[in-house]
């Protein structure tokens, strides 16, 4: 019996050498996976022919011969399936369907004001199943749907505590699963949008980046080894809750002095209802961006304010980790015009010299729904996972 586990382990290991190369090296012949992979061209020919049947492969034309009979080429079928991958901000849900490469498909978003659970997972279940439909035809269909959630969640996915949703010891799990009988995997959104960075976006070249996700609140995606770090219980990257001034101001975490109470999105928009900025309806990010594009000063310090801030904690960040890459992203993001400039010189002149050697500063393309693209690629991966596993 021993044996036979093995056995299928190494298979199982093999198949998904196979894949993957065919996925990141297409179009590829059989014998150059046997000349990568190290396998017998036998072995090879029967996983490939696994993976055909499956349609998760397909065959091309013949490729360039290197002397003998031109080779039939592989790729891999993105088409196969289709994998939802949802954003679920504060003020906002952002719903992305993709290929089984992260291609993206389509796009839903919608806005809404802080709401109960109810009505925000009703909103959810509107979006999913938005983009159900928007799926084309193909063999698997949806295959995973991925939920990108600010606050603490366990390795289970509950969403233990959201103090800017007001939400704790919530599951979007077993609901969505009951109503669409498709897996649902729910992530912290700023580590989902550290790993759509590291996949689809500035972090590819990087293998130690830290994803700062500045929106109503601040969270944090860390890769080390390019890798996503989690913590022993999953519970890290909770930098938004670090302490930057002892006696400050109230967090509704129960904290002082939080570093998202200064360099949030919510931060700044508290600061503009105080200031009475002339908005006549309720004051949000894009009334201020609209300001500052127009030159009004007040609005133009604000953000430049929260700029600073911003780069304030970023330093406690390389202090601690050393990364390669700082990735700013979030609705935040939209703000650069204003804010590098004063997350640059703040870093400048507080960080310790060492730590600033070769480290680059990026502010997220807001083409890219990063967290998004993170969760529908941990649901993609798991169900490919979850068909190398079937024998």
């Not at 709401?115 to 999913?128: A, P, W, Y």
């Not at 890290?236 to 302490?243: A, L, P, R, V």
């Not at 002892?246 to 904290?255: A, E, T, V």
Request: glycine fraction near 10%; proline fraction near 3%.
């Amino acid at each position: 019996m021993q044996m036979i586990w093995n056995q299928q382990l190494v298979k199982k290991e093999n198949k998904s050498i196979v894949l993957n190369l065919i996925m990141n090296n297409a179009p590829i012949s059989r014998a150059d996976i046997a000349q990568t992979s190290g396998l017998n061209k036998g072995t090879v020919s029967s996983l490939v022919a696994e993976l055909l049947e499956e349609q998760l492969i397909y065959e091309s034309g013949p490729g360039e011969s290197s002397g003998g009979r031109r080779p039939v080429m592989l790729l891999f079928n993105q088409a196969a399936g289709y994998s939802i991958g949802l954003d679920l901000g504060v003020n906002y849900i952002l719903g992305v369907l993709t290929d089984l490469h992260g291609n993206i498909v389509t796009t839903k978003n919608e806005k809404y004001t802080n709401i109960s659970f109810d009505d925000t997972l009703n909103r959810v279940k509107n979006v999913i199943s938005f983009l159900i439909d928007a799926a084309p035809l193909s063999p698997y269909g949806i295959v995973g749907i991925g939920i990108g959630a600010p606050g603490i969640l366990n390795k289970e996915g509950d969403i233990l505590l959201a103090p800017n949703l007001g939400w704790k010891n919530v599951s979007l799990t077993a609901a969505l699963e009951t109503t669409f009988n498709i897996p649902v995997i729910v992530e912290n959104e700023a580590n989902a949008g550290a790993y759509g960075e590291k996949k689809f976006g500035l972090g590819q070249p990087f293998d130690d980046l830290i994803y700062v996700s500045a929106g109503i609140g601040i969270g944090t995606g860390i890769i080390i080894n390019g890798e996503l770090y989690k913590g022993i219980n999953g519970y890290s990257g909770e930098f938004g809750h670090m302490t930057i001034d002892k006696n400050g101001m109230q967090c509704r975490c129960g904290n002082k002095g939080c570093w998202e109470l200064y360099a949030s999105e919510q931060s700044l928009l508290s600061k503009a209802n105080e200031m009475n900025l002339g908005i006549m309806n309720d004051v949000n990010l894009g009334e201020i961006l609209l300001l500052a594009q127009n030159g009004e000063q007040a609005a133009i310090q604000l953000l430049k304010e929260v700029g600073q801030n911003l780069g304030l904690g970023i330093i406690n960040i390389i202090h601690a980790f050393n990364p390669q890459q700082i990735i700013i992203g979030n609705r935040l993001a939209a703000a650069r015009q204003w804010i590098e400039p004063q997350v640059r010189n703040v870093i400048d002149k507080f960080t310790l010299s060492f730590h600033q050697t070769d480290i680059k500063v990026s502010f997220s393309n807001l083409s890219l729904p990063s967290s998004a693209l993170g969760v529908a690629a941990f649901s993609t991966e798991a169900f490919l996972k979850s068909k190398l596993q079937m024998q």
